[in-house]
């Protein structure tokens, strides 16, 4: 069943930073993973319409030993590219003016996202991501609990997987969003 789209939506571009697009990242990935969803990304804010709120969610460490990373820092090997002023700058984001740092897979989780889109009386969020399994997911999922319509722009994101990519958005799209 479809949730369809609300009257007043925002897009959540969830970080689509430079540590996923660089050769010099160790966690970038392919160009034919992640140049679809650059483009995707780039057709989806070309083509809205009407001006609307953009957040550039974006995860960022402060603390030189990650500690603020929590258990994260434990798992995932590379974390340190989202440690801010990271040597080679992984952590630029297009736009500054709606940039909204977190420090967990959801910008939801942990921040007063949820209050500001209510308070912009936001009821659909498209949301585009790296990567598909951890930040699209869990942000699809903390959106609809906060009672926003999650769309999920399944070219607009990617994963280091192509098989963990689709079956994310199967799965996604079968509880919890519309993905187009």
């Not at 090997?77 to 420090?103: R, Y």
């Amino acid at each position: 069943k479809k949730l369809g789209i609300g009257s007043h939506p925002a897009i959540i571009l969830l970080d689509v930073c430079k540590a996923y697009t660089s050769v010099e990242s160790p966690i970038a990935f392919s160009n034919t993973v992640i140049e679809p969803a650059i483009l995707a990304i780039a057709k989806l804010l070309n083509a809205a319409r009407q001006p609307l709120p953009v957040v550039y969610a974006q995860t960022c460490y402060t603390h030189p030993s990650l500690r603020d990373a929590g258990l994260a820092a434990k798992k995932v090997p590379h974390i340190s590219c989202f440690l801010e002023g990271h040597a080679q700058g992984l952590t630029a984001v297009p736009d500054p003016n709606g940039l909204a740092e977190d420090k967990n897979p959801s910008p939801f989780f942990g921040t007063n996202l949820a209050a500001q889109l209510t308070a912009l009386g936001v009821d659909t969020v498209f949301i585009v991501a790296f990567t598909t399994g951890y930040s699209v997911r869990a942000t699809t999922i903390d959106a609809m609990q906060c009672g926003f319509r999650p769309i999920v722009v399944g070219e607009g994101c990617a994963d280091s997987g192509r098989e963990t990519h689709f079956a994310n958005l199967m799965d996604l799209n079968a509880k919890y969003a519309d993905v187009i």
